[in-house]
């Protein structure tokens, strides 16, 4: 009775609203879908944003579950990343705690929903977009008392452009992270929909990672998938992103460690590890014989798109074995704080 009268005043305390659907029951409990406001914070760029929270049927207090930030690309919210990406399903089986931020407003002139990851005002840390991005993870992680050594995020197209902001900027405290059909850090927006892409040479992007990590610098493992006939963000994007993080983390991508080739959901891929044993960096590629510019492998909708091989499922594979490790980041805590810049 007690444990319900504080479950109660904790609902109230933070300010959750309960999702319209139904819960789904589970072998512990049942999963929870919640929508919080992020209240604007001091710093320049910061705004109100939506954000949803799905708590598997696994979550109790004093377990300390996973959490994975999923960012929606240009053109969708919160709600259609949820639905294509699918990875409820996933979380429900394995005890993992998702998120959903939605961008919810910017200053034009943008694409509809796109995140800035152009934009050195919102991808860099201490403001805008990528610092919301992680209070909002970090706010989730206290809340539910997450283990702060998973804390992983992954995007779709502009979502997985400031999901590669996200890891560089949070290197230190971010375990690990996968993009789809994404951009290299603080690439300009002029390279979507462009055949060849004007990219930025990848010495250059190196350069500003480099810078933006600091004395923080940590190798974050990354995961890469990319179709191979997308005409929205095509693969010399990908092979750019594989590039500035073989180069900046010192991992050879001229043989992998690991492959898998073949077929599933009528279509062709090829996975690939690469790995520097010494500083525990790791990239994995996944290349795919689609067409289509969007979320693979879950389920149709806007850019979403089920004919191939489950990615949520070989995301959740790949941070499951890539955690932060705690001597990271107990190191990190001290070395560094964020300088932000307030509004006038």
Known sequence: MLRDLLSKLRIKADG?????????????????????????????????????????????????????????????????????????????????????????????????????????????????????????????????????????????????????????NRCDRIASGAEIAGLPFSETAASIGQTPAPLKPVDRIVTTMNEAMGTRKRAVPLMIVQGNGDRVIGPAAAQNIRDSWSRCFSINTSKPVWADYGTRGGTAFEHSRFENQKNGARIETLFLEHGQHGWYGGRDGRYGFSDAPNVSEMIWQFFDANRLKTAERSSSLFSWRPRFRKVA
């Open 16 to 168: 959750k609203k309960p999702s319209r659907k139904r819960p789904v029951h589970g072998d512990h409990g049942e999963a929870r879908d919640l929508k919080y406001i992020f209240r604007k914070r001091r710093y320049a760029g910061s705004r109100d944003r939506e954000y949803l929270v799905h708590l598997p049927p696994a979550y109790r207090a004093g377990l300390k579950l996973p959490v994975v930030m999923i960012l929606h690309g240009c053109d969708q919210d919160h709600w259609d990343i949820r639905h294509v990406a699918n990875f409820d399903r996933i979380a429900d089986k394995r005890g993992i705690i998702v998120v959903y931020p939605f961008v919810t407003s910017y200053d034009p002139p943008r694409m509809r929903n796109c995140w800035a990851f152009w934009s050195s005002s919102h991808n860099r840390a201490g403001q805008g977009e990528v610092e919301d991005l992680w209070q909002i993870l970090n706010d989730v992680r206290k809340r539910y008392d997450a283990d702060p050594t998973r804390l992983h995020v992954a995007g779709l197209s502009s979502g997985a452009a400031m999901t590669i902001a996200l890891l560089v």
